[in-house]
């Protein structure tokens, strides 16, 4: 999980960026290698790997916990393919229930303009008021 982090966390700004573009005629970024070429020359390195720690935060956590589920379900009901398809469902809908809340995060953390934010946890304050 963690080492997976090192090359989801680079990815999942760039596609959060490329998402975030909502108007066509308006697009800062023209696809995934541009994002990287003004996001490295608005902050650096640094910023390219912006909202890491929080993708780790949902990741790891959601990973572990969907493979304890998944593997204590099928020792407990078997492998036929209907437990096999329950078990992966029930411990993917667990793994989101424990990635959502850092994945709004690492999302609004991510898009947020260069600065306004010191900190991932300067957004938790944000959210608890909505």
Not at 5 to 34: A, F, N, S, W
Not at 70 to 86: A, D, N, R, V
Not at 96 to 119: C, E, M, N, R
Request: net charge positive.
């Amino acid at each position: 999980g963690a080492y997976m982090v090192t090359i989801l966390g680079p990815g999942e700004r760039v596609k959060c960026l490329l998402q975030m573009q909502m108007d066509k005629k308006q697009r800062k970024y023209k696809g995934p290698l541009d994002v990287i070429s003004k996001t490295y020359r608005e902050g650096g390195f640094r910023t390219l790997g912006k909202g890491t720690l929080v993708t780790g935060l949902r990741d790891v956590p959601g990973s572990g916990l969907f493979f304890v589920l998944y593997e204590y379900l099928i020792s407990k009901y078997g492998e036929s393919p209907t437990c096999i398809t329950m078990a992966g469902g029930v411990a993917g809908v667990l793994m989101w229930f424990v990635g959502v809340p850092p994945d709004v995060i690492k999302t609004l953390y991510q898009t947020a303009p260069h600065g306004k934010y010191k900190s991932s946890l300067q957004i938790v304050p944000e959210l608890v008021i909505y």
